[in-house]
């Protein structure tokens, strides 16, 4: 377990050096670094720590939060297919803030934006869990997560486009899809508080998660108390896919194929999943991010996409799975 | 080199004319002329006889976008949507080459005349534009007349000697104009060197924040924000944009005067003279 946490960490190191060492000017990465470190006088400084530090620190903000919120909502509902982007909640978040952004919330109210994400990620959460609750199966969760999801994406669409700026339209792929470029260090201070915030309470399910593996009744029978778990789930899931979708929009897939992966290395456990999750999801939005920019520098590649073609293949082989299993 | 392109682009400019003359000659002017092309609407408001154009696209009225939106007010606007322009009954449609392909098409099929206008890059190509203009709505004169006038003005406009300060346009989501557009034209005439031009770039397309940063210009224009939000234009206010401004000139500007090749782009050329002349006290 200890080589695992070490190597994961190794891993999410070695991605946020090589995420601040790759850019469109060609920076020498050690120049860069010392820069970054010692600061000085030019542009290599301001580069440095206002546009790729930011880059690199949501990076491993928002793949921790999709990774860890991936895995707790897996582990409560006992559902592999369980994912913030794939049931809603991130397209949720997103109408919040576009809807804080366009009634002009976010301008008058600093915190307006990463709130109204938030209130967004929050209802799409509870929605889910209404719809498709521990009991109910995989295909009442996909089938629930599929109606919010086109539902959200609709009214996202919707109010961008009665948007009296004609570049909002043009940004509904941006909320769709997701993206870290030309983000700032305003973007990270806003985030960073509702994001710690859920990071502290969604670990603290770790040992809530692991009773309900044995079911309902067992779990409650071992003092876990479900009305409190299922409380602390919604508002940490809310806070931290609300935070990360409020400045980079909805990335798919990371809370799908992160625990996937993970999970035969933890033993199947959802506690050590949670924290393998954080890294392994900061681990796979770093590579995305830095393959959107080594693969096609020019294009503004959204990061959602390359998430999706290496999750989407994998989401259809989980479905084909449970399609096996049920009588 | 650019000597030879440039007689080149007269005589064909001539035999263009002269062509367009020969068969002028046998139609009679249209009388019913309708524009669904932001740029063709001004041309054709500052050449057509009264009367003879009947509509121009709802862009022409808008001002984030037209140099001419209060003269616009005077015509019913269309929005460019091919049901809409055949019920004005035209005798003569004016477009853009690159915009509503699908209207032009439509519009074509039913039986309607259709004059395509290339995009302007060049204040030299505006010349070629408002000549093609008066041929079509016949009125040569009032052509040549509009010519020798922005050719007046923009002999006025003497860009002030000396090295060329180097200007980089930064627009939303960093779009950029390099080499080989009007923009990139306009600032060469106001005095400036372009700096996504130097940077190899040709044509519109983005500038990642980062190289412009390195680049340093010593002028940075970018666009006025418009209403309403957007995450397009977030990059406009950047930490590294600000630090940017902070160092050095900055010019807010509001794109109508930069769109269109017609007469009113000489209202760009004289506020980047103005700069420049500013800049060169400065640094005096």
Redesign the interface.
């Known amino acids: 377990m200890i080589r695992l946490a070490l190597l994961l960490c190794l891993m999410v190191l070695a991605l946020f050096i090589a995420s601040l060492a790759v ?3 060609g920076i020498g990465a050690g120049e860069g670094l010392a820069a970054l470190v010692a600061g000085g006088d030019g ?2 400084p ?2 440095m720590r ?3 530090l930011p880059r690199a620190l949501l990076g491993v903000m928002i793949g921790a939060s999709l990774g860890l919120a991936g895995a707790a909502l897996q582990g409560y509902l006992r559902n592999p297919l369980a994912e913030p982007g794939l049931i809603g909640v991130s397209g949720a978040a997103a109408l919040g803030a576009v809807l804080a ?2 009634t ?1 919330l ?2 008058t109210f600093a915190l307006g934006l990463p709130l109204a994400a938030l209130a967004g990620a929050g209802a799409g959460v509870i929605l889910i869990l209404l719809l498709a609750g521990p009991r109910g199966g995989s295909i009442t969760l996909i089938l629930a997560g599929i109606a919010l999801s086109a539902l959200a994406a609709a009214l996202t669409s919707l109010v961008l486009n009665l ?6 339209a ?2 509904i792929v ?1 909320w769709m899809m997701g993206s870290l470029a ?1 983000r ?3 973007h990270v201070w806003l985030a960073l508080p509702f994001m710690a915030a859920g990071w502290v309470a969604l670990a603290t399910l770790g040992r809530g998660l692991d009773a309900l593996t044995l079911g309902e009744d067992a779990a409650e029978a071992m003092g876990v108390r479900l009305t409190r778990l299922r409380l602390i789930l919604v508002l940490g899931t809310a806070a931290v896919v609300g935070a990360a979708t409020a400045v980079a929009g909805a990335i798919g897939f990371v809370g799908l194929v992160v625990p996937h992966l993970l999970r035969p290395l933890v033993g199947a456990q959802p506690s050590r999943l949670l924290w393998a999750s954080a890294m392994g999801g900061a681990a796979m939005v770093l590579a995305a991010d830095l393959a959107v920019r080594l693969v096609l ?2 294009r ?1 590649l959204k990061l959602g996409v390359l998430t999706a073609i290496v999750g989407a293949p994998l989401f259809l082989h989980l479905i084909y799975k449970t399609r096996a299993e049920m009588p | 080199m650019w000597g030879f392109v440039r007689r080149f682009r007269v005589i064909t400019l001539g035999v263009a004319l002269a062509v367009a003359g020969a068969s002028a000659m046998a139609d009679p002017a249209p009388a019913r002329v309708v524009s669904i092309n932001l740029c063709t609407d001004q041309l054709a408001m500052l050449l057509a006889a009264p009367g003879q154009l009947i509509s121009v696209s709802d862009l022409a009225a808008d001002p ?1 976008s037209s140099a001419m939106a209060e003269e616009a007010r005077a015509f019913p606007v269309n929005h460019a949507r091919a049901e809409e322009v055949y019920l004005l009954r035209p005798d003569l449609v004016l477009a853009g080459r690159y915009t509503a392909r699908a209207t032009v098409a439509v519009l074509r099929r039913v039986g309607l005349t259709v004059a395509e206008f290339d995009t302007a890059n060049s204040l030299s190509d505006t010349r070629d534009r408002i000549a093609q203009m008066a041929t079509l709505l016949g009125r040569e004169a009032e052509g040549a007349a509009l010519i020798a006038r922005f050719d007046a003005d923009l002999a006025a406009l003497q860009a002030t000697p000396g090295d060329a300060p180097r200007a980089a346009l930064y627009h ?3 779009y950029t104009l390099g080499a080989g557009t009007l923009a990139d034209d306009i600032l060469r005439v106001g005095g400036f060197a372009n700096v996504a031009a130097d940077l190899g770039r040709r044509g519109g ?2 500038l ?4 412009l ?2 680049a ?1 210009p010593d002028l940075l224009i970018s666009a006025t924000p ?10 406009l206010v ?3 944009l600000e ?1 940017l401004r902070a160092g050095h000139a900055a010019l807010r500007i509001t794109s109508p005067d930069w769109i269109c090749g017609t007469p009113h782009l000489l209202g760009a050329v004289e506020r980047l003279v103005e700069v420049r002349h500013s800049l060169s006290e400065v640094g005096q």
């Open positions: 850019g469109p000017t542009p290599v301001l580069i206002e546009i790729r952004l366009q002009g976010a301008a948007s009296p700026n004609p570049y909002a043009s940004e941006f030309d700032s260090m305003t520098p020019e503004d | 984030e939303p989501n960093g397309g983005t990642p924040l980062e190289t940063v390195m340093d418009l209403p309403g939000a957007s995450r397009s234009e977030e990059v950047h930490p590294a630090d």
